[in-house]
């Protein structure tokens, strides 16, 4: 099984390098070289502490082991009994962790080094990634006891990682969905600067004495509207203070322990410092109504785009269901051939998302047969005063724009909650 998955492993990096490449063929060569020319040494020694250590100080070719291969050899190390059994049970849970993190037929992987970081700085005092090992793991970790606490945390908090990274591997009870929904936003985002204090949330979450499913919702709330607002809208940097403010937190909140009102505190005080770092109105207007263009040609936001009309549509029309629509342009697309600007034909404001079959129907017809049709069937499915004008030009996509945009700071994406 593990060769196996090792093979699969292998050609997927392998297709996934020769995709990149202009050159394929010269780079399989020169792989395929560099392969031939590998040379194995074989070090034997009857002093298993004296393998630990060669392991631990291996270099090869100037390039540092990885995190994972150097937190494993170190706690494998301490947690070393006098047979193998004690051994053979840290490995297992070793193991465990690992394969949580590893990609499936449902699920992709997760690199196993991010999570080290970010699980390290959930609990334990900031530390630079590549001071990890160094300047954290080493001189925290030194008794068994330690390193028998640390892998039980590793083993029990990988699966709550894979949940906030990819939130759909978890089964969430219907009081959290608010919360699934606000990891997915996340996700479609990209960011990773909150990881180690979602992972914190979600362990006080599953502990005995759960984290409160309000304060749960709102937290993640909080940091969904703050980086969509900040960081996606108006494309502010963070510096490095954020991201220490989210390890400060997350270490607060591990610290807390059950006591739900020191909990409650911290997270309090992380909401906060978020919501007082959010952009000012008319600077998220304005980056609004230029962040957001989609058509069948220009697809590199497509998720976000989705996102920001799915937020619409839930607010306006909280039971229209949003799974399996599609994004309809009111002014088609094909207008583009006859000389309409593209920032007039992929602007936000020219978009819906309608179901698959109202789509079809509605295809590339005239503004007023499309309105009609919208009246008639789909009218759950206007956002923002699509069936209000009696035509549709660009100066209507610039002002539907900017009504989507003000309603975006103002209601849907408004700070505080």
Do not use: C
């Amino acid at each position: 099984m593990a060769l196996s998955k090792a093979l699969d492993a292998l050609a997927r990096r392998v297709a996934e390098e020769v995709d990149k490449r202009q050159s394929p063929l010269d780079w399989l060569l020169e792989l395929r070289d560099r392969l031939l020319g590998l040379r194995v040494i074989w070090i034997e020694h009857s002093n298993e502490d004296d393998a630990y250590v060669i392991f631990e100080t291996l270099n090869s070719r100037g390039k540092d082991l990885e995190v994972v291969d150097l937190l494993k050899n170190h706690l494998l190390n301490r947690l070393r009994g006098t047979g193998n059994s004690a051994a053979d049970t840290s490995r297992t849970k070793w193991d465990k962790m690992r394969n949580e993190l590893e990609a499936s037929d449902t699920r992709r992987r997760v690199d196993p080094n991010r999570f080290i970081l970010h699980w390290w700085l959930s609990q334990e005092d900031y530390v630079a990634e590549r001071k990890l090992f160094p300047e954290g793991v080493k001189k925290k970790i030194k008794s068994k006891a330690q390193a028998r606490t640390h892998l039980d945390s590793l083993v029990r908090d990988a699966p709550l990682y894979r949940a906030v990274i990819e939130p759909t591997s978890r089964i969430w009870p219907m009081e959290e969905i608010p919360a699934r929904r606000s990891l997915e936003a996340l996700a479609v985002f990209g960011i990773v600067q909150p990881a180690p204090l979602l992972l914190s949330i979600m362990r006080a979450r599953t502990d005995s004495t759960k984290l409160g499913a309000a304060q749960l919702i709102k937290t993640l709330q909080v940091v969904e509207r703050f980086h969509f607002q900040h960081t996606i809208v108006s494309q502010l940097r963070s510096s490095g203070g954020v991201s220490e403010m989210y390890a400060k937190a997350a270490r607060e909140l591990h610290a807390a322990g059950s006591d739900q009102q020191a909990r409650a505190d911290v997270l309090k005080e992380i909401r906060g410092k978020l919501i007082a770092r959010r952009p000012d109105r008319e600077q998220f207007i304005l980056s609004f109504e230029e962040r957001f263009f989609f058509t069948n040609e220009h697809t590199r936001d497509s998720k976000l785009v989705r996102y920001v009309l799915e937020a619409f549509l839930r607010e306006a029309s909280p039971a229209t269901a949003t799974n399996d629509l599609a994004i309809e342009h009111i002014m088609p697309q094909s207008e583009l051939r006859r000389g309409a600007a593209f920032e007039t034909v992929a602007s936000l404001g020219n978009l819906l998302l309608v179901n698959q079959a109202l789509n079809e129907k509605l295809g590339s017809k005239a503004f007023a047969e499309k309105k009609r049709i919208l009246a008639d069937e789909g009218s759950s499915y206007d956002i923002g005063g699509v069936l209000d004008v009696e035509e549709w030009t660009g100066a209507q996509v610039v002002m539907r724009t900017r009504l989507l945009a003000e309603r975006a700071y103002d209601q849907i994406w408004k700070l505080p909650l």
